[in-house]
């Protein structure tokens, strides 16, 4: 990824293997059979496929913790892939923000479909993948929005979902967002001249970069929100790259059990695979 580095100075952040291994097998699971689902999380309560929009997701009842889980399947064919490079910004009257307009009519429609089996005296753990990390970052505004309680989310190579301005709007809700350094999706939207009509996509949320071996970086809040003000124009190809795929943050995930080590995020370069 082409990112000024801008002499960003390190903050240190413990990689949490168990939380993101957790996460990153509910993000996995979206993408197998509902019988499949069932069969790896017992607590799982509904598994919906929105077919009008290719999108599946489903919901685990935690009792234990007093939370419902939702995880969202994310690119699963060449039209979503293709959506999560469009460029075109739409305004939700409803969040009061310009919204990708993909993303946004999909989590209109994700999120009306998800209201009747939410129970709002649980707090409400959000994961998914690619479209389905670009769906569950915007539910999280209209849930904070709709008074639900919000667990830190965790979600695996989001496109930009808003502006600078929807940013700044929502910067505090509780988001991680894990990128594969090699994964072009996390820089799409790109900068284009349409840029002054609405503003630049921006990410909030911290950013965890998965690195080679046993290497990662970390960007708080605010420093991943300037950085990804920059952008890389690239053919739309690369949205198919196997860096991309789940499966490949799993093993960039699973390559780090025996100890993990943080690297500044502007010397990442030298620990790329």
């Not at 413990?14 to 069932?38: P, V």
């Not at 039209?79 to 946004?104: C, M, P, R, W």
């Not at 505004?141 to 667990?151: I, R």
Request: charge should be negative; proline fraction near 2%; glycine fraction near 4%.
């Amino acid at each position: 990824m082409a990112i000024n580095n801008n002499s960003l100075e390190m903050v240190e952040k413990d990689f949490n293997i168990n939380q993101l291994t957790w996460f990153s097998g509910r993000a996995a699971a979206t993408y197998k059979s509902e019988a499949d689902i069932r069969a790896t999380y017992s607590k799982v309560t509904h598994v919906i496929e929105l077919t009008d929009i290719d999108v599946q997701y489903f919901i685990e009842d935690n009792a234990s913790e007093n939370q419902q889980i939702v995880a969202i399947r994310g690119t699963a064919n060449k039209i979503n892939a293709v959506e999560d490079a469009e460029y075109l910004q739409t305004k939700n009257s409803d969040l009061g923000v310009y919204l990708h307009d993909g993303f946004n009519k999909d989590s209109a429609i994700v999120y009306k479909s998800l209201l009747q089996y939410l129970d709002k005296s649980k707090e409400i753990v959000l994961t998914g993948h690619s479209l389905g990390a670009a769906i569950s970052t915007i539910l999280m505004m209209y849930l904070h929005k709709d008074g639900y309680t919000l667990a830190n989310s965790v979600n695996f190579g989001q496109p930009k979902v808003t502006n600078t301005k929807g940013v700044e709007k929502y910067k505090f809700l509780p988001l991680t967002r894990v990128v594969d350094e090699n994964d072009v999706v996390p820089l799409v939207p790109c900068v284009t001249l349409l840029d002054s009509i609405h503003g630049r996509y921006q990410h909030f949320g911290e950013q965890l970069t998965l690195l080679k071996d046993q290497y990662y970086a970390y960007l708080p809040q605010e420093q991943a929100s300037e950085i990804s003000l920059d952008s890389f124009s690239d053919n739309l190809k690369n949205l198919s790259v196997t860096q991309h795929f789940m499966e490949h943050y799993i093993q960039h995930i699973s390559s780090k059990e025996s100890g993990a080590i943080q690297v500044p995020y502007k010397q990442r370069e030298k620990y790329i695979d």
